[in-house]
């Protein structure tokens, strides 16, 4: 079998990105569309492609509007393919409006956010979805803004199907590409990634991070396809004490300035956001 | 007009031959190996093929293979 993403590609050791991207193989016909981000370079340079499937580089700002586009153009065409705007968080805080409007008006095709929780492609600037209190080129001492929770924003939309997934499990990652995309409508799936120079872990602990991030609460597994649910792999840490103590998953060099009691209102958030989340059964 | 030279095409090694990138070559030890395929679903590069070979050409050294395995199977040998 040939893989969508082949070997000898840009990407960093042990990186996220390329490990989701070779879930890509779970969908049927995948076209994608890719804002600038480490995916870019993933994909290779002319006259090269680490991809398999056409792909369409587009400005930051118009990943959603060409993804529409395209998918609308094949749906005149015949063509059956399942576009996918394939992008990093920091294209997700720049095209926001397009990709609120798009899922708006229910267009037809699927978007993947890749999310290592800064711009790691320019040199690791915070981005809306950086964790709170994270070291970042721009936040030399810790993030101190909100940390905006994108899928929770995008199933406000009331779109067809929403997920989270983690790249520390790849299973229920790739079932829910799958799911997305044997479905028609605007689909959104949400992946947290880990990412070796940008977090500051060795390269062989993406794994291990990811799976800790879920373990002690700080990231949630869940999807909606009408109904909302947790997914098997995260559901038993709704209940604190299943969780991994907080400080095993902030072992990372962008958290290494935190103090007790910063860790403690990290705490309170995560439990804030757990509580946000179990209120939508 | 003929527009496939501005097309880019599906290569092997885009970004060169990455086994250069490594410091650590991943070994399997087969007696110690149950063959549950993680180290080749979780592997970045997905150079772990099915009857779990891998392609040193490519293989970029990240040891993530060597932390999913549950069986400590693999080892990570000094290039
Ligand atoms: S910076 Fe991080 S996400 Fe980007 S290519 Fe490298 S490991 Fe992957
Ligand atoms: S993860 Fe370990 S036990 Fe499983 S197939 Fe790979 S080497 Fe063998
Ligand atoms: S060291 Fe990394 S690239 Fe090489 S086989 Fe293991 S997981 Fe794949």
Redesign the pocket.
């Known amino acids: 079998m040939v893989a969508v993403i082949l070997p000898g590609n840009a990407s960093c050791q042990g990186c996220p990105i390329s490990m989701a991207m070779r879930c890509l193989d779970e969908i049927e016909n995948p076209v994608l569309v890719i804002p600038a981000g480490c995916s870019t370079v993933i994909a290779g340079i002319h006259p090269n492609s680490a991809m398999k499937c056409p792909v369409v580089h587009s400005p930051f700002t118009a990943a959603p509007s060409v993804a529409c586009g395209l998918s609308e153009a094949y749906k005149r065409m015949g063509v059956r393919a399942n576009v996918i705007a394939w992008m990093g968080d920091g294209a997700v805080d720049i095209s926001f409006s397009a990709l609120s409007a798009s899922a708006a008006r229910k267009d037809d095709y699927i978007t993947i956010v890749v999310d290592n929780e800064a711009y790691m492609n320019t040199g690791t600037q915070a981005s809306l979805s950086t964790f709170w209190k994270a070291r970042t080129t721009t936040s030399p001492a810790g993030k101190t803004e909100e940390r905006r929770n994108i899928a929770l924003l995008m199933l406000a939309h009331r779109i067809e199907y929403a997920a989270t997934a983690s790249v520390g499990y790849l299973r229920d990652l790739k079932r829910k590409f799958r799911k997305a995309g044997e479905m028609r409508g605007f689909r959104f799936i949400h992946v947290h990634a880990p990412c070796p120079p940008g977090w500051r872990f060795p390269s062989e602990k993406t794994v291990e991070v990811a799976r800790k991030a879920v373990m002690s609460g700080a990231w949630i597994l869940w999807e909606y396809d009408g109904e909302f649910r947790l997914s098997k792999e995260g559901e038993r840490y709704a209940l604190k004490e299943n969780r991994i103590p907080l400080r095993e998953y902030l072992k990372q060099g962008r958290f290494s300035h935190l103090d007790d009691k910063e860790i403690e209102e990290l705490e309170k958030k995560i439990d804030e956001e757990w509580k946000t989340i179990l209120k939508l059964f | 007009m003929d527009l496939s030279p501005l097309i880019a095409k599906p290569t092997y090694g885009s970004a060169g031959e990455t086994g250069r990138w490594r410091n650590y070559r991943p070994v399997?030890?087969t007696e110690?190996?149950?063959?549950?395929?993680?180290?080749?679903m979780y592997c970045p590069e997905g150079v772990?093929s099915k009857n779990?070979i891998i392609n040193y050409t490519y293989c970029k050294g990240c040891g993530v293979?060597r932390e999913?395995?549950?069986?400590k199977?693999?080892v990570m040998m000094p290039e």
Do not use: D, F, S
Not at chain 2, 32 to 40: A, D, P, T, V, Y
């Open positions: 399997i030890n110690l190996c149950i063959k549950c395929g993680e180290c080749m772990i779990l293979c999913v395995c549950i069986q199977a693999i």
